[in-house]
């Protein structure tokens, strides 16, 4: 095994994280790569000119600045190789070669982890939403894996801790660099994560790079509200590369904010309004940890609408059928497409499998993930557990 101060090099080694996982994949660890035989670096295609150049000098100088940095930081640093380092992000594409961690980081392997998105600028709807989804999640037994910038991430991370539940912040900076309030109590109560070892200088592409981790530790990720151009789009094209699920939860149609979210069902992101409908879809991995919990959501406080007009009361009372409870099938299908036809003909009277709707429709998998949204937006579909449909239409 290599010893831990060749990967503090590697972690240092001012290079992209493709450069590092290129070098770990040629030597099988850092300090074979670290004894590579002099040059052997620039003939590694993955590595342009200048970081082969900065890998070849071979500069330790760092290392004991780190440990000494980590040691009055309270870090631990979890290194590519040690049994700690959980496996979901070890597989994806460019795994960081170092975490430094402050606090204690939980069983990834063993929990539904589940990443809480959105935009920094969020509206209070976004505030709202994020703080419910996160403390639902928590209470049905999920981790919230949180960014704990501004807006959405910062409210998702108070929702997990209000919850009592356990959050991951995943930084985009060394650990000195994040001052806030909010980042020692998920400390305190879960982990911080960071790829960046002490006294690295921050830069922006951090963020972005910040994503995959994030993403990494997750097996699903929930838009709550994101603009049609965000950061949050990035984080989404990372997740799903990586292929982790993709939860968004609606928004209004004409709000700017809502914009990227309701892209996103439509494209085929699982549409969710609360924290068990996400974690039932990860049920059947997780059943000794997740658990359906009640959860009432505040009640929103409707204007009070004025009384109708004695002749318009009459009216309404003579205009509607009585005993006629429900819109029958044919006038609640009347407005369909075709493809939306066939989707609704293809679901059983209970409850239908989404791969199963795929092959009696014959239709592409991504038309019926996105149709399925809209139905399920109008109203004429549900989503229930494992990857199941079931229609609210009435029959007779």
Not at 27 to 53: H, N
Not at 136 to 144: A, E, H, L, P, T
Not at 168 to 173: A, E, I, S
Request: charge should be negative; aromatic fraction near 6%; hydrophobic fraction near 45%.
């Amino acid at each position: 095994m290599a010893s831990l101060e060749y990967w503090l090099w590697l972690s240092a080694a001012g290079v992209s994280p493709k450069a590092r996982t290129a070098l770990v994949t040629r030597y099988g660890d850092a300090q074979r790569a670290f004894f590579a035989p002099g040059g052997a670096f620039a003939a590694i295609p993955e590595l342009s000119a200048k970081e082969a150049a900065i890998l070849e000098k071979r500069d330790m100088s760092r290392v004991d600045e780190i440990l000494a940095a980590c040691r009055m930081q309270g870090l631990e640093i979890v290194s590519l190789q040690d049994a700690a380092y959980p496996n979901r992000l070890r597989n994806v594409y460019t795994p960081p070669v170092a975490l430094y961690v402050k606090g204690r980081l939980p069983l990834v392997d063993e929990n539904a982890l589940i990443a809480v998105i959105g935009t920094r600028k969020a509206s209070p709807y976004g505030i709202r939403m994020g703080r419910e989804m996160a403390g639902q999640i928590s209470r049905c037994g999920g981790i919230v894996v949180s960014g704990l910038t501004n807006g959405v991430d910062a409210a998702a991370a108070r929702g997990a801790l209000e919850a009592d539940g356990i959050c991951v912040g995943v930084l985009g900076t060394p650990h000195e660099c994040e001052h806030g309030s909010l980042a020692a109590e998920v400390a305190a109560h879960g982990a911080l994560v960071s790829e960046y070892p002490p006294g690295t200088q921050p830069l922006r592409s951090f963020f972005r790079e910040r994503n995959r981790v994030a993403s990494g530790l997750s097996v699903g990720v929930v838009v709550v509200e994101a603009p049609a151009r965000s950061g949050t789009q990035l984080f989404i094209e990372e997740a799903a590369e990586q292929g982790k699920e993709i939860f968004a939860v609606p928004g209004n149609a004409d709000a700017a904010n809502s914009a990227g979210t309701l892209a996103m069902l439509k494209d085929g992101a699982k549409l969710v309004t609360s924290g068990w409908d996400v974690l039932s879809e990860f049920e059947a991995l997780y059943p000794d940890k997740l658990k359906e919990c009640a959860y009432a959501r505040p009640a929103v406080e409707e204007p009070a609408e004025a009384p109708p007009a004695p002749e318009e009361a009459e009216k309404k009372a003579i205009d509607k059928p009585e005993g006629k409870v429900y819109i029958d099938l044919a006038e609640q299908l009347a407005g369909l497409t075709e493809d939306q036809l066939k989707i609704v003909t293809a679901i059983d009277r209970d409850a239908s499998h989404i791969d199963d709707i795929i092959e009696a429709t014959g239709l592409p998998t991504h038309t019926v993930l996105a149709q399925l949204t809209i139905l399920e937006i109008k109203g004429y579909v549900r989503r229930a557990a494992g990857r199941r449909v079931v229609l609210n239409t009435a029959k007779k």
